[in-house]
């Protein structure tokens, strides 16, 4: 019969196989104050930079989804940031996350929308009183700064339209997009009286300028929308307009006095047939036989202007 010591030695020894054939024999190390620091922010003043960033590091590893940043973390880590040396030191990015602590954790709480009740906006309790004293601001500004301006008047004196012939007109479709061919088209009107050109520049002038003058009010006209933007194509037809006026004014090369002005493009208006004055006869027109609207309606206004007057006579 097997006693009870053997029993418990043979039992004690076949544990002492399972843990070393698993590889459990060493006895598991507890963690000591030291290595827990990293819970414990408050208690890193003082310490070197390196072992404050080493704990930092060691935090958010340790913690995962549950890290949450302190202030006694943030104050450590920012007075020890600048003695951080070589590769050890964090990037600028890190820098701006460690500044906004507070601001991380106030914007990670989630706060429902306003329920709207009704078709005005409804704003937060803090913002009315802040637009009522913006607005009192801008009406203290209209009624003792804006009139201190009227020592600045200045009487209005528009240049004349020899100075400035050019016309430009832009388009738009009244949409956002400023590529599209309405929104990126821009015409240029001229007169020619304002250019001051004389009579044989006048002749070569209207002779390059082609179907792009008007006969009919002397104004040449020109548009275009070939490029992707509005100012370029104004700035082309500027150009274009200048190098034509500039060749119209040379006379030294060719006046083109032999060519005539075409002018098909710009038919002549249908005449309006002009009658005697004798044939006008007044006494043959119809006569309204029955006038109920009109008398009705003067009737009405007789009405309105007599109680006006009657609230005004005292």
């Known amino acids: 019969m097997i006693s009870r010591a053997s029993h418990w030695s043979s039992r004690a020894a ?47 590893t340790k913690l995962g989804e549950k890290y949450a940043p302190t202030d006694s973390e943030r104050s450590a880590v920012l007075k020890t940031f600048a003695s951080l040396k070589g590769k050890v030191r964090p990037q600028l990015e890190y820098v701006y996350e460690v500044d906004h602590f507070k601001e991380r954790l106030l914007n990670n709480v989630v706060r429902p929308p306003v329920p709207q009740q009704a078709n005005r906006d409804v704003r937060p309790s803090g913002e009315e009183p802040h637009l009522r004293r913006k607005f009192e601001q801008l009406h203290a500004i209209s009624a003792h700064e804006m009139p201190l301006l009227a020592k600045y008047r200045q009487e209005y004196k528009p240049r004349a339209a020899s100075e400035t012939p050019l016309q430009l007109k832009f388009f738009t479709d009244l949409s956002d997009d400023m590529s599209s061919p309405e929104n990126r088209k821009v015409a240029l009107n001229v007169a020619l009286e304002d250019l001051g050109l004389s009579e044989k520049q006048a002749h070569k002038f209207k002779v390059l300028a082609g179907n792009k003058f008007n006969h009919k009010n002397n104004v040449f006209h020109m548009k275009t929308a070939r490029y992707g933007v509005a ?3 104004a700035k082309w037809l500027v150009e274009t307009f200048n190098k034509l006026l500039a060749e119209s004014k040379d006379l030294s090369k060719e ?23 004798e044939w006008k006869r007044p006494q043959d027109a119809p006569v309204e036989k029955n006038r109920i609207s009109s008398k009705v309606i003067d009737m009405v206004i007789a009405q309105k202007d007599q109680e006006y007057l009657k609230e005004l006579t005292p």
């Not at 598991?28 to 590091?57: M, T, V």
């Not at 060519?259 to 002009?274: A, D, E, G, L």
Request: contains cysteine.
């Open 255 to 277: 006046s083109l006095e032999d060519i005539p002005v075409n002018t098909h493009h710009c038919p002549p208006r249908k005449s309006q047939p002009q009658f005697p004055e």
């Open 14 to 60: 076949r544990l002492q196989a399972v843990r070393l054939k698993s590889g459990s024999s060493v006895p598991q190390k507890a963690e000591s104050s030291e290595d827990l620091l990293y819970l414990n922010p408050h208690k890193w003043e003082g310490l070197p930079a390196d072992r404050i960033f080493e704990l930092h590091r060691l935090r958010k």
């Open 231 to 233: 100012t370029q194509n």
